[in-house]
């Protein structure tokens, strides 16, 4: 099964970036409109979605396909 996922970021006291709550979004596209939608909300630094494919009744998934990135994101996200 494929998952999709949006992601905030907001700015943390050390000078970092945390992550918010991500919401799991019906399809791709959907995914890439709430990140844009989060990373115009004054509270978050940016914002990315992804998809991951796995299966989690045995906590099996593999590596996270970024699919779109806005405003800041930790540089191990990298950019899509």
Known sequence: MIYYLAVPFAHVEEG???PGQAIECP???AAIRCAQAMSNDQANAGALA???QGDPDVGEFEDAVILKT???VP???GRA
């Open 16 to 18: 970092g970036l945390a």
């Open 27 to 29: 399809h791709a596209a």
């Open 50 to 52: 992804f998809s991951r």
């Open 70 to 72: 806005f405003g800041e």
């Open 75 to 77: 540089k191990d996200f």
